[in-house]
Structure formats: structure tokens, C-alpha cells
């Protein structure tokens, strides 16, 4: 028996006083509306309703149980409301994991955006370093680098590629010279990431296109981009980082973009949105991917830096 909707009849029957009605209200026959009535008193060993030829009426257990059916039905139907409008209406608690290195630098404009254009979705965001199963720890929607998702069960959508650059600060480079190719770093103080995160070879292609690798010590290594920059702004020596995160100190000319004409290989780093499956996307995260998607696609990343111009610069030319 299908106990649902053997509640619904029945309670049709009891609103309506009449099999017939209930019947016609439902699209049933009289037969199945009568069988389900049937199955249901036997299911409860328990008369509910009182039939004779000219008129149908319930027992005292019968307007106990349908006061019960209205109750529980309309609690359903309620739930079922929630849940229809959760997949058509972007509200609720989305759930964010990111990349800690990018999410420092780039996250807050476009999470400030999407919360003005969506003010009913409430943000909880966390940050890691570590790979995450987005599924096991119960996250919406990740922002992710590289090998960051350990789950094979994500849709995977490109957001953009960060180039990494090399810089110092205009002090240190005045103190200790420009340098001009490759190899001449491995005379200046080198601020590198953790041994986990890049080897001490470094890969750097010519504009001719030739490519040497150059073995670089670090002085200084930590494996946080936030604390690299701090250190290459403070004028502790050179480090490589990812272009966006260092935009606007290019810009007001805090740090140089060293060895300008030269591609440091195999270090761009892809940033990516994923989250669970194609089918059945609640309305908060499809919002999200739709709108994230949008945001880095339509040019949001911060500006590209400038060329050299800072007098200080020019000095060391």
C-alpha cells in the first residue's frame, strides 16, 4: 500500500462525505478510492468510517486520523514548497571551500559582488591549503588550484590561468642591481616557496624561445604567497609569485618585475570551479558557478601591471 496517498483518499473521503466525490476530486475511480480506504483500516485495525447506503461518516478513531492526515500532510507539503524553491530560488547557506593563496588577494570583489546581486544567499567560506574532497566535507562549490580535489565525481569549469612572475622591491634592486638574465639571480637572495610546493629548479624560457634551468637556493622559503610578498616588500631579496597577486604593488611601483622578457615555464597555476554533479544543481550553487564563471571570463581580475616606469627603476638602468 502506498500509505501517502492512501491518506490523501482518505481524507478527501472524510472532507468531501462521500466516496463519489473524493473519487471525482481525485481523477479516481470509485473502486480505488473504496480499496485504499479498505487497505488503509486494515493496515490500522481500525474501522475509520461508518458506511451505509445513504450517507458516510467517521468514527471517533476516523476524525482522530484525518485531523492527523491534515496535520501531516500539510507539514509535507510545506517541505516539499521549501525544497521545490531552494532549486528554482537562489537562497540559503552556499557552502565555499578556496584556495587560500588566491582567495587572500582576489575572492572578496567578486563574493561582494555576488552577495549584492544575490542577497538572499548567505556565504560560509573556508580556506585551505590542503586537497579537499568537496562531497565527504560537505562543500557547495570549491575555487581550486591544481590537484587541490581529491573526488572524480565534480564538474570541473576553467575560471583562468595565473602566470608566475619574478619581482623585488625597488629598494633591494637599487641596493644589490638588476638582473638581466636568468642566471644572474642565483647571485641575489632568493625568497622561494616551500620545498613541497617548487623544487630549487626553475625553468626559464628566452623570447627566442630557448630555455635553461637555473638552480636557485633560497634564503628565505615558506610555504604562504602572503608571507612571500610581505618579505619581497620588506627588501629581503627576490621571489616569484603569481602575477595577480602582485597587480597593484607593479602598479603604484612597491615591487619591479624582474626579467620582464623572460616565461618562467611550467609555473602557471590554473584556477577552477567545481561542484557536484549536472543534475538536480541547487539554485544557490548554479547562481554561483553562473555568476563566478561570468566574473573571471568577462576580464574581473585585477589589472595587469604595468610596465616599468617608476623613476627608481630608471635610476638602475
Not at 95 to 102: C, G, H, N, Q, R
Request: aromatic share 6%; charged share 20%.
Amino acid at each position: 500500500m502506498n500509505q501517502l496517498q492512501a491518506m490523501r483518499v482518505f481524507l478527501q473521503v472524510a472532507e468531501n462525505g462521500s466516496f463519489g466525490r473524493a473519487a471525482a476530486s481525485m481523477d479516481l475511480s470509485n473502486a480505488v478510492v473504496t480499496r485504499y480506504v479498505a487497505l488503509l483500516e486494515s493496515h490500522l485495525s481500525t474501522r475509520l468510517i461508518n458506511r451505509t447506503t445513504r450517507s458516510v461518516s467517521l468514527t471517533e478513531a476516523g476524525l482522530e486520523y484525518a485531523e492527523g492526515c491534515r496535520q501531516l500532510l500539510d507539514q509535507l507539503e510545506t517541505m516539499e514548497s521549501r525544497v521545490a524553491t531552494s532549486s528554482s530560488v537562489p537562497a540559503g547557506t552556499l557552502k565555499l571551500v578556496a584556495i587560500a593563496s588566491f582567495s587572500l588577494f582576489g575572492l572578496t570583489p567578486l563574493l561582494q559582488r555576488y552577495r549584492a546581486s544575490h542577497p538572499d544567499v548567505k556565504l560560509a567560506v573556508t580556506l585551505l591549503h590542503r586537497p579537499v574532497d568537496l562531497i565527504e566535507e560537505g562543500f557547495d562549490v570549491g575555487i581550486v588550484g591544481p590537484g587541490q580535489v581529491s573526488s572524480g565525481t565534480l564538474i570541473k569549469r576553467s575560471l583562468f590561468v595565473v602566470k608566475a612572475i619574478a619581482v623585488a622591491s625597488p629598494g633591494y634592486l637599487a641596493a644589490y642591481g638588476l638582473p638581466s638574465t636568468p642566471p644572474d639571480l642565483a647571485l641575489h637572495t632568493f625568497l622561494a616557496p616551500s620545498a613541497n610546493i617548487h623544487s630549487t629548479a626553475w625553468d626559464f624560457a628566452a623570447p627566442d624561445g630557448r630555455e635553461e634551468t637555473v638552480e636557485l637556493e633560497p634564503a628565505y622559503a615558506v610555504n604562504n604567497a602572503v608571507m612571500l610578498r610581505q618579505a619581497a616588500l620588506a627588501g629581503m631579496g627576490v621571489t616569484i609569485l603569481p602575477e595577480n597577486h602582485v597587480a597593484a604593488d607593479l602598479t603604484n611601483g612597491a615591487l619591479i618585475h624582474v626579467l620582464p622578457t623572460y616565461r618562467i615555464v611550467h609555473a602557471d597555476k590554473e584556477v577552477s570551479l567545481v561542484y557536484p554533479g549536472r543534475r538536480h544543481v541547487p539554485a544557490k550553487t548554479r547562481s554561483f558557478v553562473d555568476f563566478t564563471v561570468a566574473y573571471f571570463r568577462g576580464g574581473a581580475l585585477p589589472p595587469l601591471p604595468m610596465d616599468f616606469s617608476n623613476s627608481e627603476l630608471r635610476d638602475l638602468r
